[in-house]
């Protein structure tokens, strides 16, 4: 038996997994609980959206420019998506910061692997969200159809 003792304490990893746990639970709640922010109702976001693809056309047709971009105001679910993102991102670098300082491995990868959960969940949830908005654009422009017809001579 050795003489020396294993020190148990593992500041980085711990609190690797502290960040990491509070990532999860955020996104978790921003998921279940979210949007804080107040929100349109799906049907008038749809016929904006339809009515804003009809006037480009017609702009288009008419040979008159495009609209420039409007800048989007931020909202506190922004805020908290960037939050999520920071908190699991520090959850990683302090995780990945333990194992290199040789701290306990537990903890290290504790803190890892909740805060690439946290990203994953948030990814994933992200590419689901674009393809049900993508099929959403699709369907608005496959429903007009007959009013882009006659705007675009089809």
């Known amino acids: 038996m050795s003489d020396t003792s294993i ?3 593992a ?5 690797g997994f502290a960040a990491g746990a509070a990532a999860l639970v955020l996104t978790l709640v921003l ?3 979210g949007p804080f922010a107040p929100q349109q109702s799906a049907g008038v976001s749809i ?3 339809a009515a804003e693809i009809a006037k ?13 971009p409007v800048a989007i105001p ?6 908290l998506a960037v939050a999520v993102g920071v908190l699991a991102g520090l959850a990683v670098v ?19 692997g909740l805060g690439a959960a946290a990203i994953g969940i948030q990814l994933f949830a992200y590419a689901i969200m674009m393809i049900v908005g993508a099929l959403v654009i699709a369907s608005t422009i496959y429903a007009m159809r007959d009013t ?5 001579g089809g």
């Open 11 to 15: 500041p980085l990893g711990w609190s």
């Open 31 to 33: 998921f279940w609980a």
């Open 47 to 49: 016929g904006e959206l």
């Open 94 to 112: 302090l995780g990945v910061a333990s194992l290199i300082r040789h701290e306990h491995k537990r903890a290290a990868l504790s803190g890892i």
């Open 148 to 152: 882009l017809g006659d705007i675009l």
């Open 56 to 68: 480009s056309a017609a702009r288009s047709v008419a040979g008159q420019p495009q609209l420039g």
């Open 74 to 79: 931020r909202t506190i679910d922004d805020h």
């Open 7 to 9: 020190d148990t304490r």
